[in-house]
């Protein structure tokens, strides 16, 4: 059984014009030190599927179905007491805004100390020693008077690194991190995602990676998810996706990478945007976009029009899509037809 | 730290010296003071004489000169109705208005941060709602309303029969929706005499009853605003990403609210409240008015009704004075709970 292991999640946010839909069935299981990468644009409900895993959505959202199985805990129906001992202890999370991440009124050591205290019956004196220790590895320089230091009087790069410190303060069997990088300089990202990297692989921790980069999915990750409009519309071995992706967004994700651009062009892109979750067209959440069915006339195919029929297996890979899935069909029955003719 | 005293006496020194400005246009232009020094009788000659004496014919420089002077060194001149120096007759009401805005204080901090915090982390409970439904209210009525219906209810009584009288149940309900009084209303009682001038309602449970219902009134201008404040500041401070990271660390509610919500949310509060609990020494006029507390407030409106101008102008000096040191005091506060203020006068 995979350490963590998320099925049919739903999260919706009652909102007063009505009931927003951010995940609808959300499935994917996490091994013990593997890395999964969660891509999809803004508004895709990465961040939302993030905060449900700890069951850290915010009024006026709620996990409306599903679960979330940890270690062969239920985390969704768990109290706030046995959750608090799992949030920060087994499963800790890093934040993208490293400005906004750290309490600007609390010193560095109260709040690494404050996490320790909140899951170890300890003294002091240890915690601080595990502190130290947590701020060496994440390679800051003097970490002793960084513990009486305050959040201001640190850079942006600086403050992440102690956040990855306190995200491993405990050990955690995973990290969640919410597109950690993205709000630090270009020159410190690749030195932060190192980090994290190395840190996790040395202390076998499983990592979500939440991000828009695909390069560093790529790079990080084994497995991936696709995300678009509150679904996953395609999962599987980073590898093969990257390589061959099956769904048409994926496709265009890929496209649009920069390095994909024939020199001296303009750069791909998705035409259109994601619509709104209050207001998504009918089946196929993709269709008014896909390029794929709308080249000749401008119409979306009848069948796109139509809910999607779930996942269809392509090789190692999940993909929720009518194509795919005809075309799949129709190897089949050929592959059946051709062995027929051909006994 | 010295920076930032040096830098605050700076700023004190300016706005005392544009309060003198003012004061000192009010005491040349209100009234001619020969006339409140003397009599009828007094022929011109005579007048005009006293009116070169006491220097009023020199340019409007060289008075201000003098009165800022003699200002610096707390020398306002005397005061026409007591015949004494002014800042005297101000010593001997300063201590009950101080203990008065004191006691205010405390009521308003001591209410507000309890309940400000609590209809912010239960925002749908009925007891918040009932909070921000009084707040609302508070905020609308004016302060001598306010003092007028506590002194009705408290101090005189009311006894309200809606409920048969002759059934036990109705008697009952008669007496809980009846007040005793009895409370003072009048007065300072017998405060109990600390030193100088200085007498104490803190001292003694009667100078304490005393206390109760000027204080609640003053309060009741100041605790609405308080209350909602603290709670917009705490809502908004909830959703920060701080405090998500607190809550992903599998940090305690009670830890979250009360240290890393709460400490952020008094930033605000304190910067906006120093100013005005400065600004209710300047209320008291009213409320002491209505409950004819002897402080300064009291004081000041007699010496209006009279013309006292030396008075006048001692009383504005000293209450600008007194805004001037609260807010240095706020500053100082505002500076070690925030560690982003670093006390040598330049952010950090
Ligand atoms: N507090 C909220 N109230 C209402 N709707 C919300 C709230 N938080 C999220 N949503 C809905 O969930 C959707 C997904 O949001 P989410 O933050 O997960 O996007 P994301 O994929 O993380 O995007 P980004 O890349 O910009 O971080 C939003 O488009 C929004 O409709
Ligand atoms: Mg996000």
Known sequence: MALLEVNHLDVRFALRLGEVHALRDVNFTLERGERLGIVGESGAGKSVAAFSLLNLIAKPGFIAGGEVRFDGQQLNSMSERALRKVRGNRISMIFQDPMMTLNPVLSIGEQMLECLKAHRRISSKEARAIALDKLYQVQIPSPETRLDQYPHELSGGMRQRIIIAIALLLDPDIIIADEPTTALDVTIQAEIMALLLELCEKHNVGLILITHDLGVVSQVTQRMLVMYAGRVIEQGPTREIINDPQHPYTQGLINALPQMATPGEKLNQIRGSMPSLSNLPSGCAFHPRCDFINRADGQPRPACTQQVPGFVESGNCQVACHMVAELIDKEATDEARLKETNP | ?348
């Open chain 2, 1 to 348: 730290m010295i920076a930032f005293l040096v830098k605050r006496l700076f700023h004190a020194l300016l706005v005392m010296f544009v309060i003198s400005i003012i004061a000192f246009a009010i005491q040349d232009n209100l009234g001619d003071p020969i006339q409140q020094m003397v009599g009828q009788s007094v022929p011109e000659s005579e007048r005009a004489e006293l009116r070169e004496e006491l220097g009023l014919n020199d340019p409007f420089l060289v008075q201000y000169a003098r009165f800022a002077i003699n200002a610096a060194q707390f020398d306002f001149g005397y005061s026409y109705v007591f015949n004494q120096p002014t800042t005297e007759v101000i010593a001997r009401h300063l201590p009950a208005t101080l203990e008065l805005v004191a006691a205010a204080t405390f009521l308003i901090i001591t209410l507000s941060v309890p309940i400000g915090v609590y209809s912010a982390i239960k925002p749908r409970a009925w007891l918040s709602r009932f909070f921000m439904g009084i707040s609302i209210v508070g905020i609308s009525i004016p302060v001598f309303l306010t003092a007028i219906m506590l002194i009705q209810l408290f101090a005189i009584g009311v006894s309200w029969t809606p409920f048969p009288v002759d059934t036990a149940w109705g008697s009952w309900l008669n007496d809980l929706i009846s007040t005793e009084g009895g409370m003072p209303a009048y007065g300072r009682g017998n405060p109990v005499p600390v030193f100088g001038t200085w007498e104490t309602n803190f001292a003694s449970l009667e100078g304490l009853t005393y206390l109760v219902l000027p204080a609640v009134s003053l309060a009741s201008i100041m605790l609405p605003l308080f209350i909602r404040l603290i709670r917009a500041e705490m809502l908004e401070v909830m959703q920060s990403d701080y405090v998500k990271f607190a809550r992903a660390k599998g940090i305690s509610m009670r830890r979250i609210y009360f240290l890393h919500a709460l400490k952020n949310t008094m930033l605000p509060v304190i910067t906006v409240g120093g100013v005005q609990i400065g600004t209710l020494v300047a209320y008291t006029i009213l409320t002491e008015t209505v409950f004819q507390w002897p402080g300064m407030g009291l004081m000041f409106l007699d010496a209006i009704e009279r013309s006292d101008i030396p008075l006048i102008v001692t009383y504005l000096m000293i209450v600008g004075l007194i805004f001037v040191i609260t807010n240095t005091i706020v500053d100082l506060i505002y500076g070690l709970v925030n560690p982003t203020v670093k006390l040598t006068g330049k952010p950090a």
